[in-house]
């Protein structure tokens, strides 16, 4: 398994722009499906982005083209850079990791077995 720390969150106004950050040690982070959840307050936690071993991503339609997912392995580093906010995008986001090599059907919330603390992002109107 391994341990994941997000940073980066914070207040925006609508149409601003954040990136968050998920540092991943204990493992090589590349044998995983990575992904970043959000749950906004009185929602079920809900997926937003994965990206797979090769890179394939899979976006939420709510966040296609506006929120890019992106890993740098050198720093083992997982990003999400969220560009023109709205304010139903505030949420405590969350990095996860799924121990497979090829998120595909595998994205369901019960199948990630390592999650970060999470970090708050705040967008008003």
């Known amino acids: 398994q391994v341990m994941l720390v997000e940073s980066g969150g914070g207040s925006v106004q609508a149409g601003g722009s954040l990136r968050l950050s998920c540092a991943v040690s204990?493992?090589?982070?590349?044998?995983?499906?990575m992904a970043w959840f959000r749950q906004a307050p009185g929602k079920e936690r809900e997926g937003v982005v994965f990206?797979?071993?090769?890179?394939?991503?899979t976006y939420a339609d709510s966040v296609k083209g506006r929120f890019t997912i992106s890993k740098d392995n050198a720093k083992s580093t997982l990003y999400l850079e969220m560009n023109s906010l709205k304010p139903e995008d505030t949420a405590m986001y969350y990095c996860?990791?799924?121990?497979?090599?090829?998120?595909?059907?595998?994205?369901?919330?019960?199948?990630?077995?390592?999650w970060g603390q999470g970090t708050q992002v705040t967008v008003s109107s």
């Open positions: 204990g493992d090589t982070y590349s044998k995983y499906c």
């Open positions: 990206i797979d071993s090769d890179g394939i991503t």
């Open positions: 996860a990791a799924n121990r497979v090599q090829d998120c595909g059907d595998n994205t369901r919330e019960a199948n990630f077995g390592s």
